[in-house]
């Protein structure tokens, strides 16, 4: 089986991990030649056999992803609540629905606004489908100006003109900031001193403190990440592939 480089570091490393491990584990009353003896039989071991390190490495990966699965069913379970049914997220489609999906975004990723289609084509063609948007602002700043932005002016607007906010926010060309945002706000008939006091509302930074700490627990670190039922997906991967896990779901 070819290595890659990246693969034989990996391999490299875990054999620096395993041998030294593999020596100390034998019993105290071993000499030091015997032990120097021990760690030289399994050296010549691995060399003849590389492809055992292999094997472990594939495993140890395997126990990871079990351990992240177990510790993302734990934080799923303690912050589902929260998850979908905040009372300051943007909502989408049928808050009776069977499934709820749950977007974490920022306004100025590239992938995000890739998936906005994405997230109009699935609640367009599924009636059941609920839809959850978490302001997520991990690119910056401006990223955190913008959120603060959208979310003062959720205090005016409801339904289809939240969206419709949201939607314009995220298709600006530029980047998103505290200045662009207001910008669509003030086009969409906001009042702007009022958007202004709520700016700086308590309310928007527990919001954001509420939003950052569930997705940095299931290890969301860039976006857009997504949570449906018991699954969590990273990045902009189409709307069929999420619309499987839907499906999936619903079983």
């Known amino acids: 089986m070819p290595f890659n480089a990246p693969a034989v570091r990996r391999v490299a490393l875990l054999a620096a991990l395993v041998l030294p491990s593999v020596v100390l584990a034998q019993p105290a009353s071993f000499t030091p030649e015997q032990r ?13 056999n590389p492809e055992v390190l292999q094997e472990a490495f594939t495993e140890l990966q395997r126990r990871q992803q079990v351990a992240e ?16 049914n905040s009372p300051h997220d943007f909502v989408l489609g049928n808050p009776q629905g069977d499934v709820t999906m749950v977007e974490f975004l920022d306004y100025n990723c590239g992938y995000c606004k890739r998936a906005v289609a994405d997230v109009k084509a699935l609640i367009k063609s599924d009636p059941k489908l609920w839809v959850v948007i978490k302001d997520f602002p991990v690119l910056g700043p401006g990223s955190i100006e913008a959120s603060r932005v959208a979310l003062a002016a959720k205090s005016q607007l ?26 669509v706000a003030k086009e969409m008939g906001l009042d702007m001193a009022r958007l202004e006091k709520d700016l700086h509302s308590d309310g928007i930074d527990a919001t954001l403190k509420e939003n950052m700490k569930p997705g940095e627990r299931l290890g969301i670190n860039g976006t857009p990440g997504f949570v449906i039922g018991n699954e969590v997906i990273a990045g902009a991967v189409g709307a069929e592939p999420l619309r499987q896990v839907i499906a999936n779901t619903r079983k």
């Open 69 to 84: 699965q177990a510790g993302r069913a734990e934080v799923l379970t303690a912050e589902r609540g929260k998850l979908e």
């Open 36 to 48: 120097e003896a021990i760690g030289g039989i399994v050296r010549e071991y691995l060399v003849k």
């Open 158 to 183: 409801t339904g289809d003109k939240l969206y419709e906010f949201h939607t314009k926010l995220m298709e600006r060309r530029g980047p998103a900031n505290g200045e662009s945002a207001k910008a």
